[in-house]
T-cell receptor, first 113, second 113 residues
Framework: KAGVTQTPRYLIKTRGQQVTLSCSPI?????VSWYQQTPGQGLQFLFEYFSETQRNKGNFPGRFSGRQFSNSRSEMNVSTLELGDSALYLC????????????FGPGTRLTVL | GDSVTQMEGPVTLSEEAFLTINCTYTATGYPSLFWYVQYPGEGLQLLLKATKADDKGSNKGFEATYRKETTSFHLEKGSVQVSDSAVYFC????????????FGTGTQLKVEL
């Protein structure tokens, strides 16, 4: 069974631009979560989508948004990029319940210049 | 708020040494607890989990016991190998909190021959 895939793997953008990252969960998984990983702040929860609805949201500004499609694929968007948005963005999927194992993708490395 | 505290790294051990990585948590509710491992350049992999007090999670020689009285979930391994070198993250999810993982800062483990 294919794992969680994230595209692109690497991105370089400049300040003020916007970016869209994509995540394809494991087949049959309905929950997709996004995390930001930085050396300074560690791993921080962005949001979770379940059956196309945002179920949970972390403490990030409104520039960070996401959505989930009917096939459970998810995208996250960051508008008006700032230098501090440089990070590894990780996507995780699981069946639904919190005790189900969350499977992480390899991440998208975003660099903002 | 909910939080996870891990011991600072890096931890450097010789092969076959005993490993302990301390993890304590603060939670407003009743959490499930997890250890994740991240190898260089990769996403996170679930190492083990425990969903209720006194549960012991185990995998690949690693163990951790959910101690409600001390709010701890320390990771142990009797004999580490060079291939165990990675960053280890302790995390929690609150019951009823969706799939939002709250992570500790991570502990880097280096195992030398």
């Amino acid at each position: 069974k294919a794992g969680v895939t994230q595209t692109p793997r690497y991105l370089i953008k400049t300040r003020g631009q916007q970016v869209t990252l994509s995540c394809s969960p494991i087949s049959g998984h309905r929950s997709v979560s996004w995390y930001q990983q930085t050396p300074g702040q560690g791993l921080q929860f962005l949001f979770e989508y379940f059956s196309e609805t945002q179920r949970n949201k972390g403490n990030f500004p409104g520039r960070f948004s996401g959505r989930q499609f009917s096939n459970s694929r998810s995208e996250m968007n960051v508008s008006t990029l700032e230098l501090g948005d440089s990070a590894l963005y990780l996507c995780a999927s699981n069946l639904a319940a919190i005790t189900d194992t969350q499977y992480f993708g390899p991440g998208t490395r975003l660099t903002v210049l | 708020g909910d939080s996870v505290t891990q011991m600072e790294g890096p931890v450097t051990l010789s092969e076959e040494a005993f490993l302990t990585i301390n993890c304590t948590y603060t939670a407003t509710g009743y959490p499930s607890l997890f250890w994740y491992v991240q190898y260089p350049g990769e996403g996170l992999q679930l190492l083990l989990k425990a969903t209720k007090a006194d549960d012991k999670g185990s995998n690949k020689g690693f163990e951790a016991t959910y101690r409600k009285e001390t709010t701890s979930f320390h990771l142990e391994k009797g004999s580490v190998q060079v291939s165990d070198s990675a960053v280890y993250f302790c995390a929690l999810i609150l019951t009823g909190g969706g799939n939002k993982l709250t992570f500790g800062t991570g502990t880097q483990l280096k195992v030398e021959l």
